[in-house]
């Protein structure tokens, strides 16, 4: 069955995330293996606290960083958890939802290619499964990072934008903040989103895991 993920007013490529262009997430419709994944794929530790919006340090480190043009994402690299997987370029099914990466393919990410180019000014958005038929797929590990942590995306320009972590969370599907998590801060930002949460093989996963990171550097 083909997976339902994040639903999202069509906007133009260039155009940012607004507070007021609201993205409402679904969650990625995910299947665990016939043989359950012990205790399945590691969650945050702000699962165990109540939901905040994690708030982008004013430490001085992106001063005077300029954000890229636009270019479309290639590649994604998230060394602490041994992710180096393509990217694929993802728009809205016919029903208005965000289409993720085929689940067959375990090692591939889905960038929203209507929304913001990582590196771009704005808030860019990556997602992918958490696990597929097989097992463990390219965001399992997902939640087990920390802040401090980089990210990379490759752009078809030659361009890679290096992001650091501030911020994990999990949401519940019926309750996710989509203008918090999609809202444009007004400096390039990535969100990194896979499914979470608990899981029953009734409903599937009942949240979603969310990295939030600002732009760092570029070379």
């Given at each position: 069955m083909p997976p339902?993920?994040?639903?999202?007013?069509?906007?133009?490529?260039?155009?940012?995330?607004?507070?007021?262009?609201?993205?409402?997430?679904?969650?990625?419709?995910?299947?665990?293996?016939?043989v359950d994944l012990a205790d399945g794929p590691p969650q945050p530790a702000a699962a165990a606290r109540p939901v905040a919006r994690p708030v982008a340090p004013q430490d001085g480190a992106t001063e005077g960083l300029e954000p890229l043009p636009f270019a479309p994402a290639s590649r994604i690299?998230?060394?602490?958890?041994?992710?180096a997987a393509p990217i694929m370029d993802v728009g809205l099914d016919p029903d208005g939802w965000v289409a993720a990466p085929p689940p067959q393919d375990a090692n591939l990410a889905g960038w929203y290619q209507n929304g913001i180019s990582p590196g771009q000014r704005g808030t860019a958005v990556v997602v992918g499964h958490v696990d597929n038929a097989q097992g463990p797929a390219v965001f399992y590990g997902l939640g087990s990072l920390e802040k401090g942590q980089h990210i990379e995306v490759e752009r078809y320009d030659g361009r890679i934008a290096v992001f650091e972590i501030?911020?994990?969370?999990?949401y519940a599907k019926d309750d996710f903040p989509g203008v918090q998590v999609y809202a444009d801060t007004g400096e390039p930002e990535l969100r990194v989103i896979t499914?979470?949460?608990?899981?029953?093989?009734?409903?599937g996963y009942d949240g979603n895991v969310v990295v939030y990171a600002r732009m760092v550097g570029s070379r």
């Open positions: 339902k993920d994040f639903r999202v007013f069509q906007r133009r490529r260039r155009r940012p995330w607004g507070v007021l262009a609201l993205a409402m997430l679904s969650g990625i419709a995910m299947m665990r293996n016939g690299k998230i060394p602490a958890i041994q992710v501030y911020g994990l969370e999990v499914c979470g949460g608990g899981y029953t093989r009734a409903r």
